[in-house]
């Protein structure tokens, strides 16, 4: 399932925050979305997932869902969004008992998330044990579990060190390649972006406009920590984003 941002724009009061948003995210593609501070891109992603109605323009699904889909759209937070009274098991089959999936059905499904999220051993531990990481992994896991069409990420790592970071990113490349999804994936690193996006959307500084498209054509089990090519389209964007970012940090901090 294909969606589609149709001109979307929205303000909150006398605030612009988004003019003019027109976007593809296909299916079986991550597209991220970077920008400065402010310039809307979790309010475009709430959009995308319907949690809010923009001011004017549409949010097209085109297409059907994957079979056996249960929820369409699902989100992967930075605060992981986990019951701390609940195991690993239990927090990803209450996705599936809020759909009266239970028994062997679901059995089934827990243990196919938890092998592809490497979590089997785990299944048993309470939040409060896991690191940061490993409590993300259960988030991505439970949202597996509902075999989405689309998953919105919203700074899924940003919580994370750098070097869970980069373990994680491995494991959503991992995930990707064994299974291909599709994402809309919100980011302020751009380390994230280049190593994760297969499309890589610019927003300007408030209100948000796209300025540019970036594709990176490497496939993404080829992309690694320090690879050059990577390095170059880090720095292209950078370069697009370094005065409105700068900009941003002042008005804010003005603020």
Same mark, same amino acid.
């Given at each position: 399932?294909?969606?589609?941002?149709?001109?979307?724009? +929205?303000?909150?009061?006398?605030?612009?925050?988004?003019?003019?948003?027109?976007?593809?995210?296909?299916?079986?593609?991550?597209?991220?979305?970077?920008? &400065?501070?402010?310039?809307?891109?979790?309010?475009?992603?709430?959009?995308?997932?319907?949690?809010?109605?923009?001011?004017?323009?549409?949010?097209?699904?085109?297409?059907?869902?994957?079979?056996?889909?249960?929820? &369409?759209?699902?989100?992967?937070?930075?605060?992981?969004?986990?019951? &701390?009274?609940?195991?690993?098991?239990?927090?990803?089959?209450?996705?599936?008992?809020?759909?009266?999936?239970?028994?062997?059905?679901?059995?089934?499904?827990?243990?196919?998330?938890?092998?592809?999220?490497?979590?089997?051993?785990?299944?048993?531990?309470?939040?409060?044990?896991?690191?940061?990481?490993?409590?993300?992994?259960?988030?991505?896991?439970?949202?597996?579990?509902?075999?989405?069409?689309?998953?919105?990420?919203?700074?899924?790592?940003?919580?994370?060190?750098?070097?869970?970071?980069?373990?994680?990113?491995?494991?959503?490349?991992?995930?990707?390649?064994?299974?291909?999804?599709?994402?809309?994936?919100?980011? +302020?690193?751009?380390?994230?972006?280049?190593?994760?996006? +297969?499309?890589?959307?610019?927003?300007?500084?408030?209100?948000?406009?796209?300025?540019?498209?970036?594709?990176?054509?490497?496939?993404?089990?080829?992309?690694?920590?320090?690879?050059?090519?990577?390095?170059?389209?880090?720095? +292209?964007?950078?370069?697009?984003?370094?005065?409105?970012?700068?900009?941003?940090?002042?008005?804010?901090?003005?603020?």
């Amino acid at each position: 399932m294909d969606i589609r941002l149709d001109q979307i724009s +929205h303000a909150y009061g006398d605030t612009q925050v988004l003019r003019d948003i027109s976007l593809d995210i296909p299916a079986g593609k991550i597209v991220c979305l970077v920008g &400065p501070s402010g310039c809307g891109k979790s309010t475009l992603l709430r959009f995308a997932g319907g949690l809010e109605r923009p001011a004017s323009g549409r949010v097209l699904q085109l297409g059907t869902p994957p079979e056996g889909c249960l929820n &369409p759209l699902t989100y992967i937070f930075q605060d992981f969004a986990l019951l &701390p009274w609940r195991s690993v098991r239990g927090n990803v089959s209450l996705v599936l008992e809020d759909h009266g999936i239970r028994g062997k059905r679901a059995e089934a499904i827990i243990e196919d998330v938890l092998i592809r999220t490497k979590l089997s051993d785990f299944a048993r531990a309470l939040p409060k044990q896991l690191s940061g990481g490993m409590k993300q992994r259960v988030a991505i896991a439970r949202a597996l579990a509902v075999k989405p069409a689309v998953m919105l990420m919203d700074e899924p790592l940003s919580a994370l060190d750098a070097q869970t970071r980069e373990l994680l990113m491995d494991d959503l490349i991992g995930l990707w390649t064994r299974q291909p999804f599709t994402s809309i994936y919100v980011t +302020h690193n751009l380390a994230e972006a280049v190593r994760l996006g +297969h499309r890589i959307v610019v927003l300007s500084r408030r209100p948000g406009q796209v300025r540019e498209v970036v594709e990176i054509a490497k496939p993404l089990a080829e992309r690694t920590y320090g690879d050059a090519d990577l390095d170059k389209v880090q720095r +292209h964007l950078w370069g697009l984003m370094r005065d409105e970012a700068r900009a941003a940090d002042e008005e804010l901090i003005d603020v």
